[in-house]
């Protein structure tokens, strides 16, 4: 299955929102360490962290930097994915002035690409969903993603979520 990471982020974001009953959910949302892909906020308000993955380049640039944060080495480059999962599989690395890790952190990646990311992920918390053809099955979970700490989203993180919306609606509407 060849789709491209736009149509699967818009299918995700319908698919959390209408099937699962998210609470909220944010395409493109802006963190300390880039843009998440999708982030979602459940109805029992705990962030989810979503990163699509359609070629085995992008998926295996981030498979190195998990390794290198299991292994306790530096990563040859891609400095802040290293540090996006440093902090997100080690509490202790947490920086107070940043908004919390997600909750939970899901790969999911397409169906050719299921095999080449679940011996690194299931060394982690992560989980790992796969991209279907089905219309009323579009994703298949592979391995659920476990806690990577058990708070709730702050009001100061969905103030800054809302703030996040509310920008870029204001941007296109501008346009």
Known sequence: MNLPAN????????HLMLRLSYFAVHEEYENHYGRCDVYGITKADYGVEFEIKVSKSDLMSEIRAIMAVLDNTMPDR?????????????????DSYRLPPPCKFIFVVTSDL????????????YGLWAVTDSLF?????????????KNKVSEKHIRHLLRSLSYRFALASAQ
């Open 137 to 149: 099955r579009p994703f298949e979970v592979i391995k659920q993603a476990e806690n990577l700490h």
């Open 114 to 125: 299921v095999e080449v990311a679940r011996p690194i992920i299931s060394q982690t918390p």
């Open 78 to 94: 891609s400095c802040n994915k290293y540090a996006k999962h440093r902090d997100y599989l080690h509490k202790e690395t947490h």
């Open 7 to 14: 149509q699967i982020k818009r299918s995700l974001s319908a």
